[in-house]
């Protein structure tokens, strides 16, 4: 307003806004949720020996008249629930009839009617605190995840309220929300780039599937999970016995020979989750596709079937989705790497690269010509080719459901994604000349290490570094992969010429620290920043729990509790870390303040109590944190050495550089410092008439003790 006088320098806004309280109270709250049946299976089987099962020669009729059959034997299987945990007293109850017959009481005064409303409100702010403390503790009690607990007891939700249109500014119209979305997701599942399509073999027929293979497939779901579309719930299959097998193999085995799935398996209800950053952005959102169970249960049966033709078909350097593997490998390999670089003046980049929404983004095509150059049987392919064509999704923001057409992409939340992700992930880094590319180790050259989509690669100079990332850059296009631009960082040592990196002329940002698969890694070693790290992560861990120690009663089971939630944040990695005193009175120090807390003390009082560290110990029966991690690293020691199949971390820790020679003066301490020390100090404990046997075993360097499981435990690295 610009006619207005203030005796202020500043303008006045006027705007006018439409608010309805009633409304935003009602979409704020979530909806009440299913209680999740509980089936008879004594009652289930019977009920599906007797109905007449038919399989149709119509892969969708067939599955409607499946899902019909199942949805009524279940209906009469269902057992009646028992609800014993009430949220609200009867006398609570009671007192909410009173204020309602005030309510409709002419006669009763304005008093009467505000110290019944104050009442009522207390009374049930207390029933529900006391309803979530006693839902809490069961949950602790009985080890279930205290994270689900907390999720199911959360009566709200905060929808959405503005988003990032493409052109930047922000809407906070529900309507044009809804249509930045349905655009966006549009866009990112359209087909974009040409794949030529595969020829797949033909003829060939999988064999049939068998009760057995479902009866282990439905062993590993988790039970409680939401159900699908079609209603069929986890629990439902888990309850069902041989005749449930028997009936779900016949159908699966026909759809697996005839080589077609379902219509209603390839439609999915797609909710999207918020990683991190900020929230009016889409892209920092992932999609996670809710499908049918059923659907679910038939690729994990092929993926069981397919796994070791697809993991035999992977190098070493991929960690991800494969069994023995974990992030550890790779970080203990980058570790070793920076350490052994630094320690002898060796040239050193790293460049960590971050695709845009790769699993959402990679052809179709891609993943079948993939699995078609891995060898990976025809009948397979085809049926996965079927599971991949005409699909689509929904996604609701508010009441509308906006359909999505689904053109590339696996879908995150089927179990096989992850690994058709990395089968097409490897054709294209086949493609790559890097056999000499990247910086020597024992005479092979390691030039990158992946975790699924998280990719590191190794050189030894600037321009080394840009040419392997241009050609990433290329073939990962050919098959649909944006490498971002922002997320992609590199970082040097101090042997490397200045210089930066680009991708398609755009400069990547250089960083002094950057944080690869949950560790924060630094040229120099420097364990302090993850040391914060861990830090923050353990009281966020301790956060939720707080709520429940606070009314345990049993410190054993308190000190259970804190040790396999918090104790696992606050040390993740410690196994790769490069111990020092100053790492271990970090820990203590972040230990000991966790500790206060869970006792409920502080430093006054603890101080006033007459409590030393050793006394709080004592009261709380928690486990030291750096015998912990000093376990955690003997054991992964261990580990590695004993280890054949020649993966980067055995050889990075091996790993001694020929024709390079150490500078003068002590050396930065290493990784494998605290094992030789502690072989060194149980041989001078030893005397000479005494313990023979391990005096034999502790004269061989620690690598060579730790190759046997028996020498290493005789050693005492597992205390």
């Not at 609570?92 to 309510?103: A, F, H, I, V, Y």
């Not at 000479?688 to 005789?714: C, G, Q, T, Y």
């Amino acid at each position: 307003m610009l006619n207005w006088t203030t005796g202020s320098d500043h303008r006045l806004l006027r705007a006018k806004i439409r608010f309805s309280h009633k409304l935003e109270k009602i979409s704020q709250h979530r909806a009440k949720s299913s209680k999740h049946a509980v089936y008879d299976g004594d009652v289930l089987n019977d009920v599906l020996s007797r109905y007449d099962w038919q399989v149709l020669d119509d892969p969708t009729e067939d599955y409607d008249a499946l899902v019909r059959g199942l949805l009524s034997c279940a209906e009469q299987a269902k057992l009646p629930r028992v609800d014993t945990s009430a949220r609200i007293s009867d006398a609570t109850k009671d007192l909410l009839r009173t204020r309602r017959s005030l309510r409709l009481d002419r006669n009763a005064t304005h008093l009467e009617r505000l110290q019944a409303n104050i009442s009522c409100r207390q009374a049930v702010r207390r029933d529900l605190q006391l309803y979530r403390e006693r839902r809490l503790l069961e949950a602790a009690l009985n080890r279930t995840s205290l994270r689900k607990c907390h999720r199911d007891l959360q009566d709200h939700s905060i929808p959405l309220s503005c988003l990032k249109k493409e052109d930047g500014t922000l809407t906070t119209s529900r309507l044009e929300m809804e249509e930045v979305t349905r655009r966006f997701y549009t866009k990112l599942y359209r087909s974009t780039t040409h794949v030529r399509k595969p020829k797949i073999p033909t003829g060939g027929t999988a064999p049939r599937i068998l009760p057995s293979e479902v009866r282990v497939a439905i062993a590993s779901m988790k039970r409680g999970t939401t159900p699908g579309p079609d209603k069929i719930s986890a629990d439902l299959l888990r309850a069902g016995g041989y005749e449930l097998h028997a009936l779900l193999a016949a159908h699966m085995t026909s759809y697996l020979q005839k080589e077609k799935i379902p219509d209603q398996w390839r439609n999915s209800r797609m909710v999207i989750l918020h990683k991190k950053g900020d929230r009016d952005d889409l892209r920092n959102y992932r999609p996670i596709s809710l499908l049918s169970v059923l659907y679910k249960l038939f690729t994990k049966i092929i993926l069981t079937r397919i796994s070791r033709t697809l993991d035999e078909a992977q190098p070493v350097e991929q960690a991800g989705f494969r069994k023995g593997f974990s992030c550890l490998d790779h970080i203990q390999a980058v570790a070793m790497v920076i350490e052994v670089c630094r320690e002898f003046r060796m040239p050193l980049v790293l460049t960590f690269v971050d695709y845009e929404k790769a699993f959402d983004s990679v052809e179709t095509n891609a993943v079948l010509s993939a699995l078609v150059d891995q060898g990976v049987d025809p009948p397979y392919i085809r049926i996965l080719a079927d599971c991949s064509s005409r699909c689509s999704a929904t996604v609701q923001l508010f009441q509308r459901p906006l359909p999505i057409p689904i053109g590339k992409g696996v879908r995150q939340g089927d179990t096989i994604s992850p690994k058709l992700f990395t089968a097409a992930l490897q054709w294209v880094m086949k493609s790559l000349d890097w056999d000499e590319k990247g910086i020597r180790v024992d005479g092979r050259f390691l030039s990158n290490l992946r975790f699924a989509d998280d990719i590191v690669l190794f050189s030894s100079s600037i321009a080394e570094a840009e040419t392997m990332l241009a050609e990433l850059n290329k073939a990962g296009k050919k098959v649909g992969l944006r490498i971002n631009q922002t997320k992609t960082q590199f970082m040097k040592n101090a042997w490397v010429d200045e210089g930066q990196i680009k991708i398609d002329g755009t400069p990547i940002k250089e960083t002094s620290s950057y944080v690869y698969l949950g560790r924060s890694m630094n040229m120099d070693n420097d364990m302090r920043e993850e040391l914060v790290r861990r830090q923050k992560a353990a009281w966020a861990a301790f956060g939720p729990l707080k709520e429940v120690t606070n009314h345990l009663t049993d410190p054993e089971r308190r000190a259970n509790l804190f040790d396999s939630t918090v104790l696992p944040a606050l040390c993740y990695g410690s196994e790769t870390w490069v111990t020092s005193a100053s790492t271990s009175r970090a820990l203590n120090t972040s230990h000991r303040a966790l500790e206060r807390c869970l006792l409920r003390f502080n430093r006054l009082t603890q101080y006033r109590a007459g409590l030393h560290s050793s006394d709080m110990r004592r009261m709380s029966r928690l486990r030291d944190p750096v015998e912990y991690m000093k376990n955690a690293k003997f054991r992964w020691a261990g580990h590695i050495m004993r280890r054949d199949d020649d993966r980067w971390t055995r050889r990075t820790v091996e790993w001694a550089p020929i024709g390079s020679s150490r500078p003068r003066g002590r050396p930065a301490a290493r990784w494998g410092d605290v094992l030789v020390d502690h072989v060194r100090q149980l041989r001078q404990q030893l005397n000479d008439s005494s313990h023979r046997h391990l005096r034999r075993i502790l004269s061989l360097p620690w690598m060579a003790i730790a190759k046997d499981r028996n020498e290493w435990f005789v050693a005492g690295a597992r205390t």
